[in-house]
Antibody, heavy 118, light 107 residues
Framework: EVQVLESGGGLEQPGGSLRLSCAASGFTFSTYGMSWVRQAPGKGLEWVSTIGGGGSSVYYADSVKGRFTISRDNSKNTLYLQMKSVRAEDTAVYYC???????????WGQGTLVTVSS | EIVLTQSPVTLSLSPGERATLSCRASQSVSNYLAWYQQKPGQAPRLLIYDASNRATGIPARFSGSGSGTDFTLTISSLEPEDFAVYYCQQRSNWPRTFGQGTRVEIK
């Protein structure tokens, strides 16, 4: 069974940093692109970033470019999102999703809440 | 950036009725369009991919159609568990984009 499980969310002050992790199982992790999608409270879905299976192809939404870095460790079946210079508008549930590179978002985690507030 | 516009924003229907949801793209996405269902407190779930293919385990009452810029998700006969928010999404271009969602609520 395909599973992805996010962790690392919490409360952070504006300008601070946070690293999200996503542990994957049930599929050959290195052969799948992986993505982060977020959802602000009461709002719709917003794609954040995607990384190819090998890790060399990365894509970002303009809203996070230069502040967030997506990466992966295929030896640990884990996806990361390093968040720097966070802003109040980054407050959202962050979902890890299998796919997004050349496939659809086919398996989603339960999400981890990031709150940016002083 | 490809903008996806969904209509209506809210659809009020009764169980057993047919639901028709629309998604319009600001430029052609060919058939690179998917539909997701999201229930309160849950992650989204892939329903339809490549405009018209049902994802694994999705009931036959869900169907998708369209290509280019105009797409439709149809639920032939609403079941109680179908009342949720539905999003369309394109992967024709970067950035990947979602529509703003259509809420299907019980009338």
């Amino acid at each position: 069974e395909v599973q992805v499980l996010e962790s690392g969310g919490g409360l952070e002050q504006p300008g601070g940093s946070l690293r999200l992790s996503c542990a994957a199982s049930g599929f050959t992790f290195s052969t799948y692109g992986m993505s982060w999608v977020r959802q602000a409270p009461g709002k719709g879905l917003e794609w954040v970033s995607t990384i190819g299976g090998g890790g060399s192809s990365v894509y970002y939404a303009d809203s996070v470019k230069g502040r967030f870095t997506i990466s992966r460790d295929n030896s640990k079946n884990t996806l990361y999102l390093q968040m720097k210079s966070v802003r109040a508008e980054d407050t959202a549930v962050y979902y890890c999703a299998q796919g997004g590179y050349n496939l659809w978002f086919d398996a989603w985690g339960q999400g981890t809440l990031v709150t940016v507030s002083s | 950036e490809i903008v996806l516009t969904q209509s209506p924003v809210t659809l009020s229907l009764s169980p057993g009725e047919r639901a028709t949801l629309s998604c319009r793209a600001s430029q052609s996405v060919s058939n690179y369009l998917a539909w997701y269902q999201q229930k309160p407190g849950q992650a989204p779930r892939l329903l339809i991919y490549d405009a018209s293919n049902r994802a694994t385990g999705i009931p036959a009452r869900f169907s998708g159609s369209g290509s280019g810029t105009d797409f439709t998700l149809t639920i032939s006969s609403l079941e109680p568990e179908d009342f949720a928010v539905y999003y369309c999404q394109q992967r024709s271009n970067w950035p990947r984009t979602f529509g703003q969602g259509t809420r299907v609520e019980i009338k």
